[in-house]
C-alpha cells in the first residue's frame, strides 16, 4: 500500500468552505474514493492562529492508481481553480 499525502494552508476566513470543498467535491475527497485501487482517505484540519492546515492522507494499491487522479506526475499536487483561490 502506498500512502500519499498532501497538505495546504488557507486563511481562516476561507477554511469552513475550503473545508467542504475538500470533502464534498467532485476534486477532492469524493474523487479519490471513486479511483479503482483507492483504500481510503483521511481529511484533517488544524487550527494555527490565523491559519488553518488541512492534511490529506490517501491510501492506495499502487502507483497506477495514484496516477489516475493525479496524470503522468504524480509527485505534483493538483490545484483548480477554487484551491488557487483560497490558498
Not at 486563511?11 to 479511483?35: F, H, M, N, Q, T
Not at 491559519?51 to 492506495?60: A, D, K, N, T
Request: hydrophobic share 40%; proline share 2%; with cysteine.
Amino acid at each position: 500500500m502506498i500512502a500519499r499525502v498532501w497538505h495546504g494552508v488557507v486563511p481562516v476566513a476561507k477554511a469552513e468552505g475550503y473545508a467542504r470543498y475538500l470533502a464534498d467535491s467532485d476534486l477532492g475527497v469524493r474523487a479519490y474514493r471513486a479511483i479503482r485501487g483507492n483504500r481510503g482517505v483521511s481529511l484533517l484540519q488544524r487550527r494555527d492562529g490565523e491559519r488553518v492546515h488541512f492534511l490529506l492522507i490517501s491510501y492506495w494499491d499502487s502507483a497506477e492508481s495514484i496516477r489516475e487522479y493525479t496524470g503522468p506526475d504524480m509527485e505534483r499536487a493538483q490545484y483548480f481553480a477554487y484551491d488557487l483561490e483560497c490558498l
